[in-house]
């Protein structure tokens, strides 16, 4: 079955960088369009993310512009979250999710990860 | 961005009851539009396309309409339906999901 397990959370400081990893499997980790979706403690979702099945196109929150990379190894099926420059406002449940359907995303999350927990606090 | 406006914030109901949940989008996004149910951890998909089900998913549950005003029924809740549900435009980045209903026990 479609496992995603993320990896990589815990405590920074302010300013620091932390990166995530979601190790996929039970599914052609290629063939999908990935996501990164947080959920700060008591708050809803936010979508932080997403990359193509390929790697060719990345779009980011308005709120992770600039400081956030996610990016993809599909020899390893593996997808990354570099986060650069944490803020007190990045301390969420970071999940990472599969589309729907194979090849061109269709921009509906269809499987989750349990999500790995980041603090930022000083 | 896409504002998503669900309504209600909670919503109180017993095993067997019907219940409507409402999102408004800021603007229009043809149906380009999704359900989702959170339990502690996931969030499976309900509805994608304002009112195709997902496979798998129970027959009590069902999406409807388009543009910027959209419903989720749940007809005959059941005891695993108590969780918190919430809503996504796919129109347009940046992705956004309304603020989530809790559908509690009364």
């Known amino acids: 079955q479609v496992q995603l397990v993320e990896s990589g959370g815990g405590v920074v400081q302010p300013g620091r960088s932390l990166r995530l990893s979601c190790a996929a499997s039970?599914?052609?980790?290629?063939?999908?369009?990935i996501y990164w979706v947080r959920q700060a403690p008591g708050k809803g979702l936010e979508w932080v993310a997403v990359?193509?099945?390929?790697?060719?196109?990345?779009y980011y929150a308005d709120s992770v512009k600039g400081r956030f990379t996610i990016s993809r190894d599909n020899s390893k099926n593996t997808l990354y979250l570099q986060m650069d420059s944490l803020r007190a406002e990045d301390t969420a449940v970071y999940h990472c999710?599969?589309?729907?359907?194979?090849?061109?995303?269709?921009?509906?999350?269809?499987?989750w990860g349990q999500g790995t927990l980041v603090t930022v606090s000083s | 961005d896409i504002q998503m406006t669900q309504s209600p914030s909670s919503v109180s109901a017993s095993v067997g009851d019907r219940v409507t949940i409402a999102c408004r989008a800021s603007?229009?996004?043809?149906?380009?539009f999704a359900w989702y149910q959170q339990k502690p951890g996931k969030a499976p998909i309900l509805i994608y396309a304002a009112s195709s089900l997902q496979s798998g998913v129970p027959s009590r549950f069902s999406g409807s309409g388009s543009g910027t005003d959209f419903t989720l029924t749940i007809s005959g809740l059941q005891p695993e339906d108590f969780a918190t549900y919430y809503c996504?435009?796919?129109?347009?980045?940046?992705?956004?999901f309304g603020g989530g209903t809790k559908v509690e026990i009364k």
């Open positions: 990359i193509s099945y390929d790697g060719s196109n990345k």
């Open positions: 039970g599914f052609t980790f290629s063939n999908y369009a």
């Open positions: 603007q229009p996004i043809r149906n380009w």
């Open positions: 999710a599969r589309d729907m359907n194979p090849g061109s995303a269709s921009y509906y999350v269809g499987h």
């Open positions: 996504q435009q796919a129109h347009t980045f940046p992705l956004t």
